[in-house]
């Protein structure tokens, strides 16, 4: 076959798979080969399925030759995040402490992915727990940029992204507690989408901050993104925190978004407080012209003030690791997880906790632990914890009022292009820390985002982030469509092909 099946989309695949083109074991072993053949550079995978995949594929190609009505992607490859909890799949969030941990059930997510046919080509490399914003945090080795393997992809989600980036699966699924599916998304010229809170299952989901975690889909389109949000959208019982609204049709959006003239009118708000100075160069002329087409394809650009976007930051930086520390106790070394006896003296239970702790966290992981438990502790809860919670009950405040003025907001995803390995050092991890300015207030407010190519800096993607209301979630793929149309049309191609194909036999060299 002399077509590239991986370089083609989602939605491409699935149209050409109903046309008999090629079929769906056609399309997953091109991407399992794919996955040999550049993951010993990249290093997306923790762990790779390709009997289980195969099989999938298999069973579709039979359904389909048979006649049968099949869900519109059934056959088209998706990797997960390893921090979906799989029936009979390693699952180890990134970590020492999950290393061999075989769930025996299945969470919300990937039951859907399964009931609708999509191959699961594996598990892909994350932080530790979802906690870090380069990949670099992982037991199982770094994940690097396939746009430029000297840098980092982003996090916590790098490896969903790259998967994505780096023509190795069509269609990825992430998680995002402060940016971890946009800010990858961003790094690696993809599409990233963090769903309105509740509205995506997070039965089945390794925790980290409960209030914040949310599954979101990725890919190389705004239509791919949708898809996946679709597939993986609507009410679970087993979710105490799952919303009971009807689905909206996200194609739908992203094809009113695609008309012509369909920004005419629409407001797009840009943040005082995320003000341009805060950006490289680079990143704010990418960001600067799609606004200005936008603007030209008939946006009205408004500006909107939200004040506590000052103290965000510092909240979302006590309520993430005080949540933390809470989900991550259950990691003891006896109800859960990894168990490592003291080398010497008494086996107790504090013993055993504390060397399995010790062993099996890495340092990012009780760093937050130690913050969150001291945020918790008699004395500083009310002063800590408590004033956060205040804070982002004034940036949902900020945000509906913003929206009273803007149909979206937008900013730059991340200040920077992708950094160099490194750069998420022990010594400075708040320099780090602030790159999350933009994405936190969505899970602080418990609203939709989208981060989406806007053009290259330096030859490295640039994200561009669209905010919209909560339960909003088609109207970021309304405009996140018609922006994409308006940035291609303005490149004469998709950010995404100019990610190289081609990776040299030995792994870039990298501090971590």
Not at 40 to 61: K, W
Not at 104 to 120: F, M, N, Q, R
Not at 463 to 483: H, M, N
Request: hydrophobic share 40%.
């Amino acid at each position: 076959m002399s077509q590239d099946l991986t370089r083609l989309t989602a939605a491409q695949l699935a149209d050409g798979m109903r046309a008999g083109e090629y079929t769906s074991t056609d399309v997953t072993r091109a991407h399992l080969d794919r996955i040999e053949a550049t993951d010993d550079v990249i290093g997306s995978f923790i762990s790779v399925t390709p009997d289980a995949a195969l099989a999938t594929a298999a069973d579709v190609d039979r359904r389909r030759a048979a006649g049968e009505d099949l869900h519109p992607f059934a056959g088209v490859p998706v990797s997960l995040k390893d921090v979906v909890v799989t029936a009979g799949i390693r699952t180890t969030a990134g970590s020492k402490m999950l290393e061999d941990w075989v769930p025996p059930y299945d969470s919300t997510v990937y039951a859907k992915i399964k009931d609708a046919g999509l191959p699961v080509l594996g598990k892909t490399n994350m932080d530790e727990f979802a906690m870090g914003s380069t990949t670099e945090h992982s037991a199982f080795g770094p994940t690097r940029n396939p746009w430029d393997t000297t840098t980092v992809p982003g996090g916590s989600s790098g490896g969903a992204a790259t998967s994505a980036a780096a023509y190795q699966a069509p269609l990825a699924v992430g998680t995002d507690t402060g940016g971890s599916v946009r800010q990858p998304a961003a790094f690696t010229g993809t599409v990233g989408v963090k769903p309105t809170y509740g509205s995506v299952s997070r039965y089945g989901i390794v925790a980290m901050a409960s209030s914040l975690d949310q599954v979101g889909p990725l890919g190389r389109t705004v239509a791919d993104a949708a898809a996946l949000h679709q597939l993986l959208a609507g009410h679970d019982p087993r979710d105490s925190t799952s919303l009971s609204d009807a689905v909206p049709d996200f194609l739908a959006a992203v094809q009113a978004g695609a008309r012509d003239g369909s920004l005419k009118g629409k407001r797009l708000g840009t943040i005082r407080q995320l003000s341009a100075d805060d950006y490289d160069d680079g990143v704010r002329a990418a960001f600067t012209q799609a606004l200005e087409l936008a603007q030209q394809a008939g946006a009205e650009i408004v500006e909107v003030d939200m004040p506590s976007l000052r103290y965000a930051l510092d909240a979302y930086y006590l309520i993430m690791p005080s949540e933390a520390s809470s989900n991550l106790a259950r990691y003891d070394g006896m109800r859960f997880g990894l168990r490592v006896e003291p080398e010497s003296g008494p086996v107790t239970a504090e013993t055993v906790m504390s060397a399995t702790r010790a062993a099996g966290f890495g340092a990012e992981v009780k760093r937050r632990i130690l913050l969150g438990t001291y945020a918790l502790s008699a004395g500083y809860y009310d002063a800590y914890y408590g004033s956060a919670q205040k804070v982002r009950t004034l940036v949902q405040r900020d945000l509906a009022a913003a929206f009273e003025k803007a149909d979206v907001l937008v900013s730059p995803t991340a200040p920077t292009t992708a950094l160099p390995f490194g750069m998420e050092s022990d010594d400075d991890p708040m320099a780090l820390y602030l790159g999350d300015a933009a994405t936190i207030p969505a899970n602080l407010a418990g609203i939709p985002g989208m981060s989406l190519p806007a053009g290259l800096a330096n030859g490295m993607p640039v994200g561009f982030q669209l905010l919209a209301p909560a339960r909003e979630d088609a109207r970021l793929y309304e405009v996140g469509s018609a922006i994409e149309a308006l940035v291609t049309d303005a490149a004469g191609a998709p950010v995404w092909a100019g990610v190289p194909t081609d990776y040299a036999a030995e792994s870039a060299t990298t501090s971590a």
